[in-house]
């Protein structure tokens, strides 16, 4: 059974910066896609960053470009999102996934909620002003 743990989700002010993590099942790093997306109050899931671990191929929306760094540690079977120069814009429940599949560059996108088979159950995100 896979088994997913978020954490690093807050309040903070604009400016600030936050560390999001998923701790995962080993198995979900050997050639996985990683991504986080993100969904504020009366929108869309979009999707924030995402990984592949065979290469370190990232994706990064042109949202967050400069201010936040994806990253995994295999060792500790952990993958992070840092999130620096918060904006209230920025304000969401933020939910880690991955996929065996799919495979996550810049020119292929963070892909659709579909692409990916394994979600964590989101950590809220709030910068205030």
């Known amino acids: 059974e896979v088994q997913l743990v978020e954490s690093g989700g807050g309040s903070v002010q604009a400016g600030g910066s936050l560390r999001l993590s998923c701790t995962a099942s080993e198995f979900i790093f050997s050639d996985f896609a990683m991504g986080w997306f993100r969904q504020a109050p009366g929108k869309e899931r979009e999707g924030v960053s995402c990984i592949t671990s065979t290469d370190n191929s990232t994706y990064y929306a042109d949202f967050v470009k400069g201010r936040f760094t994806i990253s995994t540690d295999i060792a500790e079977k952990k993958t992070y999102l840092q999130m620096n120069s918060l904006e209230p814009e920025d304000t969401a429940v933020y939910c880690w996934a991955a996929d065996p599949y799919y495979y996550c560059?810049?020119?292929?996108?963070?892909?659709?909620?579909?692409?990916?088979?394994?979600w964590g159950q989101g950590t809220q995100v709030t910068v205030s002003s």
């Open positions: 560059s810049q020119s292929n996108g963070a892909g659709e909620r579909d692409e990916y088979e394994y």
